[in-house]
């Protein structure tokens, strides 16, 4: 038996371990045959083994993304990047310069605007930019992808108006004449992506393809693509992610979550439709609240900078405690988005009624982000077996000021509680909930192990950094758990599926700072070299 692949270095990180030694991990089709010093290897290399010796750059394995939007994230790439803008006028001013690489397309696409950045940190109206673009529709994502920006031409075409009532769970934002002043909060804004995304099944194509094409250069060989409300989850399109796996052409895992709404005969017809070993539903997928910016989180206690408000539910706690006892009685993992402290609770008060009621299971249930949480809380994730499935950037993408002025500097303390949470024996999980951060693993690390905020300088409560070995196994390890596949996934092992990263360096070996500098050299998923950024590598075929 000889392997197809042999791969070397000084430094190969298991995930069994808390550091990485020398290692020559050998693959043979789609799995791990052997992990074992180089020199043990010999009878394992014949005359077609690609062999490669990487020297002292890290080998690990692949990163799992534990919550990604694929196709929202795909369109992304292509659209208007806001986040460097420092008032509405500029943020206006980017949009223009790039319709004009657009004049084909009818809308205008963008993401990251935020606002809390901008010198008078208040919302945009739809009034600059119908300055710039009285004909032609725009819509641009807040940093968060809870609200969005438009202009009167989009408004005219989904036909909201003065008249227009806000749906479930959403907000038109008005003047004080009730006209919309452009900013649509939650679910609004699904009002108006129906027209933006009525893209041909050939455009969807086109944008998975490039979602694919970007996991692999970040070294991502499995990912867990959420529902992700309405305005988020427009694009998603199972029968495209199906055609790529039948042609063999998804060079990653996906792990499906859609959503959890009561109806669990249809949740039970897609888990039977997809259930292979690249393309399967793991589970289902829920929002609890909204964010701390829009105060759509929601709080124990009221917003300190707003005193009349607590935030709100998406749902009603009945539904969603029935909805939780049914797909858990039906065997389903499930994922609730909850980031204020009551949504947290809430989430995890429903998944002990459902143990109550339905008994106690290896459920994989998770919290997603985690941001403002309850101290009594914390050691509830480990008692409950709850995941806690976290994006450390996060905290570093809202402007930290805004961010505190909202919650008050007691709720503050408890803050993306990484460290605690983990403390007391729970799973932890990492993603980057693309595209409201980048696709970046790395970037996600560093935040985890520096705690640098919004500002680039000042750590914000520095007691929760993790070491770099937990980081990197929650970005692994972590995400194959929450996934009921840690027995072949997420750790480099004899027997296990080989889903591996080659970055070009040693993370262990330099200062922390220079992690965001650090790149994939190569990505293997599946056995299958799918990214390779140095073509002078003469052994790699």
């Not at 970037?443 to 750590?459: C, E, M, N, P």
């Amino acid at each position: 038996m000889k392997a197809d692949i042999v791969l070397s270095s000084e430094a190969v990180f298991t995930g069994l371990e808390d550091k990485p030694r020398p290692l020559a991990v050998a693959i043979l089709e789609n799995r791990i045959i052997s992990v074992a010093p180089i020199e043990e290897m010999n009878t394992l290399i014949g005359e077609h083994t690609i062999v490669q010796h990487f020297g002292n750059h890290l080998i690990m394995p692949g990163f799992h993304d534990s919550h990604v939007h694929a196709m929202m994230g795909s369109l992304s790439l292509e659209s208007v990047n806001l986040f460097n803008a420092r008032s509405e006028l500029e943020a206006v001013k980017i949009v223009k310069e790039f319709s004009k690489s657009i004049p084909e397309n009818e809308w205008i696409i963008g993401f990251m605007w935020d606002s809390s950045y901008w010198d008078n940190k208040k919302f945009p109206t739809r009034f600059s930019l119908d300055e710039v673009f009285p004909n032609r529709p725009v819509v641009l994502f807040h940093a968060e992808g809870h609200y969005t920006w438009v202009n009167s031409k989009a408004l005219n075409i989904a036909n909201i108006n003065k008249q227009t009532k806000n749906p479930s769970n959403g907000v038109i934002e008005r003047s004080s004449n009730g006209e919309p002043t452009g900013i649509l909060i939650e679910e609004a804004s699904s009002l108006i992506t129906k027209y933006a995304y009525d893209f041909t099944k050939d455009k969807k194509r086109e944008l998975f393809r490039s979602f694919l094409k970007e996991a692999s250069r970040n070294g991502v060989t499995s990912v867990n693509n959420l529902y992700g409300t309405e305005t988020l989850s427009q694009l998603d399109d199972f029968e495209i992610f199906k055609e790529f796996e039948i042609k063999d052409a998804l060079p990653l895992r996906m792990h499906l979550y859609p959503v959890l709404n009561g109806d669990i005969k249809e949740a039970l017809q897609l888990r039977e439709r997809y259930q292979s070993d690249k393309l399967r539903v793991s589970g289902l997928k829920q929002f609890i609240d909204g964010v701390v910016t829009s105060r759509t989180a929601f709080m124990l206690e009221p917003y300190s900078d707003s005193p009349e408000t607590f935030g709100l539910p998406a749902h009603s706690i009945e539904d969603l405690k029935n909805w939780v006892v049914d797909a858990d009685d039906h065997g389903f993992n499930i994922r609730f988005h909850a980031i204020g402290d009551a949504a947290i609770r809430l989430a995890l008060d429903s998944y002990e009624n459902a143990q109550n009621i339905n008994g106690k299971r290896d459920s994989r249930h998770s919290i997603e982000h985690i941001e403002v949480i309850h101290p009594d809380d914390i050691s509830r994730f480990a008692s409950l077996g709850v995941i806690a499935s976290m994006q450390p950037d996060h905290f570093a993408l809202s402007e930290r000021e805004t961010y505190t002025e909202r919650i008050g500097p007691k709720r503050e303390k408890y803050v993306f509680a990484i460290n605690s949470i983990k403390k007391t024996g729970a799973q932890l999980s990492f993603g980057t909930d693309f595209p409201i951060d980048s696709f970046n693993p790395l970037l996600q690390i560093y935040r985890a192990i520096t705690r640098i905020d919004s500002s680039g300088k000042a750590v914000w409560n520095p007691e929760e950094c993790i070491s770099l070995s937990d980081a990197l196994k929650a970005y692994t390890y972590g995400s194959a758990f929450g996934t009921s596949r840690e027995h072949e996934l997420g750790t480099i092992q004899e027997g296990k599926l080989a889903d591996l990263v080659v970055l070009d360096r040693n993370l262990f070996q330099m200062q922390k700072e220079e992690i965001l500098e650090a790149s994939v050299q190569m990505t293997i998923s599946d056995g299958k070299i799918v990214y390779l950024k140095d073509k002078t590598l003469s052994t790699i075929k």
